[in-house]
Every structure is written in structure tokens, then in C-alpha cells.
């Protein structure tokens, strides 16, 4: 095309436009409609005449075609140095949000159980904030997740477990004792609240340790287990050290501990194979 019939199709200052954003990004007809603010059919009929021009190129991507500056042959010189010119400042601000939702799902996408900045972590806060501040021993630690949440509202953590490096990882704040599940480091009368969250299936006979959480605590405190029901998934044994394939009546072995007003429920069914289900159980010193 002669520079003459060139300059005449990026004369035209939308189209200017329009050319001046393919050659930042790769963009569709809907995008390019966000960032100039003019409709559909506008935005084609001057991509097709910046393609007609050989100045810009389409792609399929999917659902999309996308479009990009070209550089003919002999007029790379002066399509670079209009390139160089900065986008306005409005045009350069509407790219940069039409990229960042780019890479966010549609709202579409998000489906119906949606509702924005609701999570089981702001929950998780909201619940403990409601918490009374109390003297805890957690007890099999793991990542640490559920210890290190403890301890934001806790009046005092004790961190038990026989990994030291697990506890290193831990929070300054928070007490560490490495020892056996089964003969737990906790004096008679430490502790409010004992928790074993997915822990006591690592222990062969959790009667032991039960009598020895239910010492640990003071009259009226109470103690909080998290663990699986009865599952088939023999698998747990040797990947994760489980001696239990879930328990089929947690509430009857606090009883047996000598822990009172024991409940226990059903708090989490996964729907997800491998489908664990967990039970929480609850009793009092
Ligand atoms: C599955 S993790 C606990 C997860 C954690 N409580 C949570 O809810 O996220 C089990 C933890 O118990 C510890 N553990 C397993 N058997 C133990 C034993 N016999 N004595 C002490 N700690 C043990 C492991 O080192 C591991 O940190």
C-alpha cells in the first residue's frame, strides 16, 4: 500500500486509536469496544480497514479473534516511531483493566453459591473472635493452620507433637512441647480446652491418651475432636500413618475416658472422592 493510502487510514483519529491499542496487545473486537467506548459494528468496520491496510492481523483464539498491529514491508519506520507515542492516559487505564479480567472468571463462571468475600477462613475468624480467651493444648499440629488460628485469640497455646520440626514452624507466641501423642506433656490441671484435630487416628489405643487430656484439663474444661468415621480407605495406613481407619463411636470412647455431656456430630460429608466424612466429638471434665 503507498504511504499516501496509509496515512489516510490512520488519519482518522479512532482508527489511530484502535491501531495504536492492537499494537500494545492482542485484542478482541469486545475488548477493543471497552477501551473506546464505541459499538460493535464502529470497532469491525475499522478493523477492517486497518486490515484492508495490512497494518493489523486476526487470529483465532478460541471463542475469539483477536487482532494485532502488523508491519507491511517498507513501512516499519513509520509504524514504529507512531507506535512509540504513548496511548492516552484513559486508553492506557482501560487496556490495563480489560487485561486484569482477562485472567478473573465471568460472573457467569462463578455459579449461583456465589456471594463475593464470603470464605470458611473469614468464618473461621468471625467464630473465634466470639471465643472466650482460653488456655489450649493442641495436639498433632501438622501445618500448623489450625494451631496458629487458635493462638490469635487464645489467652495461652500449647503446641504438642513428636515433629520439632512441625512445631519450629510455629509462631513465637505459642508454647511447644515435642512428645508422644500417647503420653501427652501436659500437667494435671494446664488446660481449658484440649483439641486433637485429625490426630488421634495416629494413636493405636486412644483410651491412654483420652484419660490423659481429660487430667489436663480443669473441671469444666473440655476437650474437641476432629476425626474421621469409618471409611474403607486402607490406603491412609502407610500414606499418611493413620493406625485407625476412622472410629465408629468417638462419643463412647470419651465416656470411657471419663469425660461427661459428650455430643458429637457429623460436621463435614466431602462430596469429592474419596469422600471422608468428619465427625467432631465434644466432652466435658
Ligand atoms: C494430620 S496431622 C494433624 C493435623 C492438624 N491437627 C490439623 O487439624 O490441621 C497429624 C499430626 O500428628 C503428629 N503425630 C502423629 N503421630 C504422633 C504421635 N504418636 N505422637 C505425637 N505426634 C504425632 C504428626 O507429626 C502430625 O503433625
Not at 464505541?38 to 486476526?58: K, P
Not at 512445631?167 to 494435671?188: C, M, Q
Not at 468415621?229 to 463412647?252: K, M, Y
Request: with cysteine; glycine share 10%.
Amino acid at each position: 500500500m503507498a504511504r499516501a493510502d496509509l496515512l489516510r487510514t490512520l488519519g482518522d483519529p479512532t482508527r489511530l486509536r484502535i491501531w495504536a491499542l492492537c499494537a500494545r496487545e492482542e485484542l478482541a473486537v469486545g475488548e477493543l469496544q471497552v477501551i473506546v467506548g464505541l459499538g460493535q459494528s464502529t470497532v469491525s468496520g475499522h478493523l477492517a480497514q486497518l486490515r484492508a491496510a495490512g497494518v493489523v492481523v486476526a487470529r483465532r483464539d478460541g471463542a475469539h479473534t483477536r487482532y494485532a498491529a502488523a508491519r507491511p514491508d517498507g513501512q516499519a519506520p513509520l509504524l514504529d516511531l507512531l507506535a512509540a507515542d504513548p496511548l492516552p492516559p484513559g486508553d492506557a487505564l482501560a487496556l490495563q483493566r480489560v487485561l486484569g479480567e482477562r485472567d478473573s472468571p465471568s460472573p457467569e463462571g462463578l455459579g449461583n453459591d456465589y456471594l463475593p468475600g464470603r470464605s470458611w477462613e473469614a468464618f473461621a475468624h468471625t467464630l473465634l473472635a466470639l471465643f472466650p480467651p482460653l488456655r489450649i493444648a493442641d495436639l498433632g499440629v501438622g501445618t500448623g493452620h489450625l494451631t496458629t488460628l487458635l493462638a490469635e485469640r487464645a489467652r495461652h497455646v500449647i503446641a504438642i507433637d513428636q515433629d520439632a520440626a512441625a512445631l519450629a514452624r510455629l509462631p513465637d507466641t505459642i508454647e511447644k512441647r515435642v512428645g508422644a501423642l500417647e503420653d501427652p506433656p501436659l500437667r494435671e490441671r494446664e488446660v481449658d480446652l484440649v483439641l486433637l484435630s485429625q490426630a488421634l487416628h495416629c494413636v493405636d489405643d486412644p483410651l491412654p491418651t483420652l484419660r490423659r487430656c481429660r487430667d489436663a484439663l480443669v473441671g469444666g474444661g473440655q476437650i474437641a475432636v476432629l476425626d474421621l468415621a469409618p471409611h474403607p480407605h486402607a490406603w491412609v495406613r502407610h500414606r499418611l500413618g493413620h493406625r485407625h481407619l476412622g472410629f465408629a463411636d468417638l462419643g463412647g470412647l470419651l465416656r470411657s475416658a471419663g469425660f461427661h455431656d459428650v455430643r458429637t456430630d457429623v460436621v463435614h460429608v466431602d462430596r469429592r472422592a474419596p469422600a471422608f466424612t468428619t465427625v467432631l466429638a465434644i466432652g466435658t471434665r
